[in-house]
């Protein structure tokens, strides 16, 4: 049975460094809600609140990884197929999704070392992708086949006028069920979009495709 108040504990960064070292460090021999955890634990406050702290140097590198490392896996269910599985119902679900847990992993290797950049891009993400989740049913994925076998899409959002580019390796990418359009038609429809004002809320432009 998981540990509810513990899990508590890390999701509201009340847990110390070093219990979030031993829980990351016995990672596959933790239990985890099984039941939506991602329904039920993701709330951008807390990542955001966990950004904030380390920027405000309340805490440092090291808690901010593991705090992120625990976090993805309390809300990801520890990746058990039926925790990654249900958002699959709905495609903007599903890449939202995948990408917050991929910018937690990312940050989940974050050190001094590394660029602040780092921090603050992931941080422009996640809010982002967190409008795009509270508004899911505004937004339609348009998918593109990349040269060795590479993937980009764009989730774009016509009554906001909005949209955002991703880039995305074949081997990670959960959209079987969508046709992609080649590289051209894809640069072309992302063109139209700007000549129409539409408003680009993530960091990757066409031309960083």
């Known amino acids: 049975m998981y540990n509810q108040d513990f899990f508590n504990k890390i999701i509201n960064l009340e847990a110390s460094q070093d219990d979030l070292i031993n829980f990351n460090s016995h990672i596959d021999e933790q239990e985890f809600d099984l039941d939506e955890p991602f329904t039920k634990y993701y709330d951008l406050k807390f990542i955001i609140k966990a950004i904030d702290k380390?920027?405000?140097?309340?805490?440092?590198?090291?808690?901010?990884?593991?705090?992120?490392?625990a976090y993805n896996w309390i809300i990801c269910g520890g990746f058990e197929d039926e925790c990654c599985n249900y958002?699959?119902?709905?495609?903007?679900?599903?890449?939202?999704?995948?990408?917050?847990?991929?910018s937690l992993d990312s940050l989940s290797y974050f050190t001094e070392n590394n660029s602040e950049d780092r921090v603050k891009l992931e941080y422009y993400d996640f809010k982002a992708y967190d409008?795009?989740?509270k508004s899911y049913k505004e937004w339609k994925v348009i998918l593109a086949n990349l040269k060795n076998d590479y993937y980009s899409y764009a989730l774009v959002n016509e009554h906001t006028k909005e949209y955002l580019l991703e880039n995305v390796e074949i081997e990670d990418l959960c959209l079987e069920n969508i046709k992609a359009i080649g590289e051209k038609d894809f640069i072309d429809f992302i063109n139209e979009l700007n000549k129409k004002?539409?408003?680009?809320?993530?960091?990757l432009n066409i031309n960083e495709i």
């Open 197 to 203: 004002k539409f408003s680009n809320i993530g960091h």
């Open 54 to 69: 380390y920027n405000n140097k309340e805490i440092n590198d090291l808690y901010l990884s593991n705090w992120c490392n």
């Open 87 to 102: 958002n699959l119902k709905n495609n903007v679900i599903s890449l939202v999704v995948d990408k917050i847990s991929c």
């Open 131 to 133: 409008k795009i989740l």
